[in-house]
Nanobody, 127 residues
Framework: QVQLVESGGGLVQAGGSLRLSCAAS????????MGWFRQAPGKEREFVAT????????DHADSVKGRFTISRDGNRNTVYLEMNSLKPEDTANYYC????????????????????WGPGTQVTVSS
């Protein structure tokens, strides 16, 4: 079992930055592929970024490439999403997710791939 809790959301002006954190419980954090997803009002949840258990293989959605960066800290059992150059269309509830993986470089981009989810943190970008 893994429990996830996101933090760091808030209200920011367009062009600003935020760093989201997701703290994971459990002693096997290093064995979980981690992902960030977001869901805007009236829209489906969508993939944002994912990071493999090796901590350096990553992938980001085209809509955030060059602006967002996913990273993880095994000592803190935490995954981060650094968000820069924020746009009003980035406004959404952001969720982190975890999936156990034996492979050190695997990445997962589909909602259905993930086993555990946090409750989410709201990000609002004003124009």
């Amino acid at each position: 079992q893994v429990q996830l809790v996101e933090s760091g959301g808030g209200l920011v002006q367009a062009g600003g930055s935020l760093r989201l954190s997701c703290a994971a419980s459990g002693r096997t954090f290093s064995s979980y592929v981690m992902g960030w997803f977001r869901q805007a009002p009236g829209k489906e949840r969508e993939f944002v970024a994912t990071i493999a258990t090796n901590a350096y293989t990553t992938d980001h959605a085209d809509s955030v490439k060059g602006r967002f960066t996913i990273s993880r800290d095994g000592n803190r059992n935490t995954v981060y999403l650094e968000m820069n150059s924020l746009k009003p269309e980035d406004t959404a509830n952001y969720y982190c997710a975890a999936k156990y993986s034996y492979d050190r470089s695997s990445l997962f981009r589909r909602i259905a791939d993930y086993d555990y989810w946090g409750p989410g943190t709201q990000v609002t970008v004003s124009s």
